[in-house]
């Protein structure tokens, strides 16, 4: 596989990390994570659409390697992160991009392309989640969010993370393996721990009312498109009908796993270029 490049970016009193894919001069494409991931979750995809794409995966603040808030109520929320992803799009330049976001980060760009700087997308590609989020889905994320478990070993993490993430959808293993290695900090004890602030989960208290944002996805026209894993219990069918109905009306495509699907197989980098290339047009 294409070997990545790395980059610690100072943004809003923190360092992002970010994991870079390509030729610079390539059309940029972010992808941005879901909830407690990182910007790794995207190697195999972001390699291979680095042929024609420039890809930047950042790590959310609180994940990965980048910094932690010192104020997580007022940082670790949709908004705020809008704001460091439109400092990031300053920082390399790019007048716009092509945005594919994995839940948490379908939020974030639904709520940059439905405001003032709605210009910066040229595309939306929103990945397992919509304008409201079902409280059954949020309990279930919460309970493993919250609480994060301590691992004696790398090898009981891979084992961990493989059962808690099956829903991703099929992957090979050197996929669950890197997983494991990107997503641990060793711990005072000397255990290991997963590689994000378990306070991150306060946004679902303190920024509730970004949770439920019908009203900025009805504002939406950035030629979008929504991705359904079959199985979901975060994007049900009920608000991906309405989706359809409303805002930027997207096309839509229904992936066989549940929350949410990992795009790391060659059929899904297919679907993503066949997604972009129908945007772009439609654009």
């Keep these: ?22 030729d610079p001069s390539g059309k940029p ?9 990182t910007g790794r979750d995207f190697d195999e995809l972001a390699a291979a659409l680095s042929d024609r794409y420039f890809v930047i995966c950042p790590d959310t603040i609180g994940r990965g390697l980048s910094s932690w808030s010192t104020n997580p109520e007022a940082e670790y929320s949709v908004e705020y992160y809008a704001g460091i992803a439109a400092d990031l799009l300053d920082h390399y ?15 974030i760009g639904m709520r940059i392309a439905s405001g003032s700087q ?21 309990d279930r994320i919460v ?20 059962a808690v993430y099956r829903p991703f959808g099929p992957a090979p293993d050197g996929y669950w393996r890197r997983m ?24 679902f208290t303190a920024s509730r009312a970004e949770l439920t944002s019908w009203d900025r996805y009805g504002r939406i026209t950035t030629p979008c ?17 309405l989706m359809r109905q409303r805002g930027p009306r997207p096309d839509a495509t ?11 197989t060659p059929e899904g980098a297919d679907l993503i270029r066949s997604i972009l290339h129908s945007l772009r047009s439609d654009g």
Aim: charged share 20%; with cysteine; net charge negative.
């Design 225 to 241: 498109h929504v991705i359904r894993g079959r199985t979901s219990d975060l994007l049900t069918t009920d608000i991906l009908d």
């Design 143 to 162: 309970t493993y969010v919250s609480d994060p478990p301590e691992f004696a070993t790398v090898s009981a993490a891979e084992a961990w993370l493989r």
């Design 118 to 138: 709605a210009d910066r997308l040229s595309s939306l590609i929103i990945n397992d989640i919509g304008p409201e989020l079902p409280q059954e889905a949020i």
């Design 180 to 203: 494991a290695r990107t997503s641990l900090r060793r711990l005072d004890s000397g255990k290991l721990a997963l590689h994000y602030d378990p306070r991150i989960t306060v946004q």
């Design 1 to 22: 596989m294409i070997a990545p490049r790395f980059a610690l970016i100072p943004v809003m009193d923190h360092e992002i990390h970010v994991t870079e894919w390509g």
């Design 29 to 37: 494409l972010v992808m941005w994570h879901g909830l407690a991931r």
């Design 254 to 264: 229904e992936v066989d796993c549940g929350h949410a699907p990992s795009l790391v």
């Design 93 to 107: 330049g790019f007048a716009s991009a092509d945005w594919l976001g994995t839940s948490l980060g379908g939020l």
